[in-house]
């Protein structure tokens, strides 16, 4: 158990819908990350955040949104979806935004129909 | 930009086996290099790291040296059990504008039969 949670741990919804994913992190982890991981693309960094500000932006599409906020959760927000959005999102967190190594959550599998 | 490149699995292995998986990385910047596992229906987790040239990790008989001369980071295990069978990814961090971007392979599966 890495100590990082993610919520729902399965999402199947249609095209043209939006969702929500939740990840928490690791007690006293700052910074938050967000991964795609699927057949074709591999692991596909997102977005990171840290202390609830954006800090990098990897390949994330314009229909795809994310934040953090205070108690330090984060939530990774996905609209007009389509079918090639269907993945595993993976949230990781780490101390600070640094060289450390990150804590991976347990992933939700994201289906869309 | 920044790229790691992992040679392509499966890797198919009997119990017992010496495990080569190679790695090689493009980054801009002095990274630091990882390598995690991921176990079937899990998330990722450090297997190992090294954070400047010539340093060596090792975790649960694995090892992998940072080579900057010829920007290489292979995994090896002496001695593979079925327990190993997994994805193993390649990774690294390296500054960029005041944050840290990560990086990773595309990962290998290993299979270890009995």
């Known amino acids: 158990d890495s100590g990082v949670t993610q919520t729902p741990k399965h999402l199947i919804t249609a095209t043209g819908q939006r969702v929500t994913l939740r990840c928490s992190p690791r007690s006293g982890d700052l910074s938050v990350y967000w991964y795609q991981q699927s057949l074709d693309q591999g692991l596909q960094f997102l977005i990171q955040y840290y202390n609830g500000e954006e800090r990098a932006k990897g390949n994330i599409l314009e229909r795809f949104s994310a934040q953090q906020f205070p108690d330090l959760h984060s939530e990774l927000n996905l609209s007009s979806l389509e079918l090639g959005d269907s993945a595993l999102y993976f949230c990781?967190?780490?101390?600070?935004?640094?060289?450390?190594?990150?804590?991976f959550g347990p992933g939700t599998r994201l289906t869309v129909l | 930009g920044n790229s790691v490149t992992q040679m392509e699995g499966p890797v198919t292995l009997s119990e017992e086996a010496f495990l080569t998986i190679n790695c090689t990385y493009t980054a801009t910047g002095y990274p630091s290099l990882f390598w995690y596992v991921q176990y079937p229906g899990e998330g990722l987790q450090l297997l190992l790291k090294?954070?400047?040239?010539?340093d060596k990790g090792s975790n649960k008989g694995f090892e992998a040296t940072y080579r900057k001369e010829t920007t290489s980071f292979h995994l090896e295990k002496g001695s593979v059990q079925v327990s190993d069978s997994a994805v193993y990814f390649c990774?690294?961090?390296?500054?960029?504008?005041?944050?840290?971007?990560?990086?990773f392979g595309r990962g290998t599966s290993l299979i270890v039969h009995p």
């Open positions: 990781a967190s780490s101390v600070k935004q640094s060289r450390d190594e990150q804590f």
């Open positions: 090294a954070t400047k040239a010539d």
């Open positions: 990774a690294l961090t390296v500054a960029s504008g005041g944050s840290y971007i990560p990086t």
